[in-house]
């Protein structure tokens, strides 16, 4: 599997962690920023390219994270053929692989620590999707996606 991450000013350090706990599970990742230092920036400019990525197929999943998810959130979800869930707990991220076929996941910095970022983002990371009645309603998002955007 491969990850694409990035963060705003406001998700810099769950970004980091979350960095660590893929190298600890031997997952690639593309860091895409942001390097702001003390500095603000636009979610959207890192929502949009990490979920480029996700539907090109040059990355498997992202995960987004700024203040409180929901920026990140907003914007991947206007990218044709991504499913991005915001979680703030373990039993949402393992739903939203399991039944939502997620690939992106956002999470808000200001919102969780550290230590339940690295559980929800390392639930997310080994759930597979379990396909059958929830294939069904994926198809139909994506049927819709496919009439209307």
């Not at 406001?10 to 970004?15: A, K, Y």
């Not at 869930?85 to 620590?113: C, P, Q, W, Y």
Request: aromatic share 6%; hydrophobic share 35%; proline share 2%.
């Amino acid at each position: 599997m491969k990850v694409a991450i990035a963060s705003d000013h406001g998700g810099v350090h769950i970004r980091n962690e979350i960095k660590e706990l893929m190298d600890e599970l031997q997952i690639e990742y593309i860091d895409m920023g942001c390097d702001c230092g003390s500095g603000s920036v636009d979610y959207p400019d890192y929502a949009f390219p990490v979920a480029e990525k996700v539907v090109s197929g040059e990355v498997d999943r992202g995960i987004l994270i700024c203040g409180t998810g929901i920026g990140m959130s907003i914007s991947a979800n206007k990218v044709k053929g991504i499913r991005c869930a915001l979680a703030h707990d373990t039993f949402s991220a393992k739903a939203t692989r399991e039944h939502n076929d997620t690939n992106i996941l956002a999470m808000g910095e200001r919102v969780i620590g550290p230590g339940l970022a690295r559980e929800i983002a390392k639930i997310w990371l080994t759930t597979e999707f379990t396909g059958g009645r929830h294939q069904t309603r994926i198809g139909k998002i994506s049927d819709y996606e496919e009439k209307n955007l």
